[in-house]
């Protein structure tokens, strides 16, 4: 293992960051591994069709219209997808509030993949956008309305991604070699934790809120006034459950750049995430009987959706 430190230059002329960066991010070992050959065709049709989708509209390449403003893309990547990005809140809860230690040597990898996440599904709003410009109408406080659930859900993601930003930082400056500012950025750390836990129930839930406001699109069967609550919920168990599944990729991938005790102690946090998992499916079900039997939802099993 290379033990060598960097630090940023007094001269501030940059140069030897930026040779440093460079050298980091050198690919090491050969191109033409099975992953790249499959993703490299994936990645050009993509950019092609993102480049059709600039020239022609949106409505050309998703058959979307004025009528039916939202498909199966932004159910999936926003309203879908974020839940399974919740893991980042969930962990950091569970480590830096309710101190659960075990879980520590995870934290990091966790907060990152929850950045990256929500990094993409913030690029993907501008393809999803039919005037991608206007995503910054909510940041510059126009007239577009302040009340309206977006707008939370908005401004929330913006700053949800700083806060994850501020609580990976370290490890940044920690690759970078600059211990003061690593020192300054631990430091922040613990308040950028409570803030975003505080930004991610809130438009986690917002999410779920949309759902509010169409009443007349959801079968009675489905719909409720704790819509909300479900999603925040269900945020819970779907975020830590890409935890599993992506620790468990990253841990059999890796396995020969961990070291024997984080090898060991795998298990026990696959296990112990298992159990919270179960825990808030638990909670879910719980909930979803308690608005079924209140409500009297069973007069509705004898439709299409309810059979379904």
Request: charged content about 10%.
């Amino acid at each position: 293992m290379n033990t060598k430190t960097y630090a940023i230059p007094k001269d501030n002329d940059g140069k030897s960051l930026w040779k440093f960066i460079i050298e980091e991010f050198k690919p090491r070992g050969t191109f033409y591994t099975p992953f790249n050959l499959i993703s490299l065709p994936i990645m050009l049709l993509g950019l092609g069709l993102i480049v059709y989708r600039f020239i022609y509209g949106i409505g050309t390449i998703t058959n979307l219209t004025q009528e039916v403003p939202w498909g199966l893309w932004i159910g999936f990547d926003v309203v879908t997808g974020v839940a399974f990005a919740g893991g980042a809140y969930v962990l950091t809860f569970m480590v830096y509030i309710l101190n659960m230690e075990k879980y520590h040597s995870i934290v990091r990898v966790t907060v990152l993949n929850g950045f990256l996440a929500y990094v993409f599904y913030a690029g993907a709003l501008l393809l999803d956008l039919g005037r991608p410009w206007n995503v910054i109408n909510p940041i510059i406080g126009n007239s577009f309305g302040v009340s309206s659930v977006l707008f939370l859900v908005a401004w929330h993601f913006l700053l949800y991604m700083m806060a994850q930003l501020i609580e990976f930082s370290p490890a940044i400056a920690e690759w970078l070699g600059a211990k003061r500012a690593r020192k300054i950025l631990s430091a922040m750390t613990l308040g950028a934790v409570i803030f975003g836990i505080t930004l991610s129930t809130l438009h986690q839930s917002g999410l779920g809120a949309l759902y509010l406001m169409a009443k007349d699109k959801i079968h009675p069967l489905w719909y409720s006034e704790f819509i909300p609550v479900m999603f925040f919920v269900s945020s819970i168990f779907a975020g830590l459950s890409m935890v599993i599944f992506e620790g468990s990729i990253t841990h059999k991938v890796f396995s020969n750049q961990i070291n024997k005790k984080h090898h060991n102690e795998q298990h026990g946090i696959i296990k112990g995430l298992s159990k919270i998992c179960a825990g808030a499916m638990f909670a879910y079900f719980f909930l979803s009987m308690l608005i079924f039997i209140h409500g009297k939802r069973w007069i509705y099993l004898d439709s299409s959706l309810g059979y379904w």
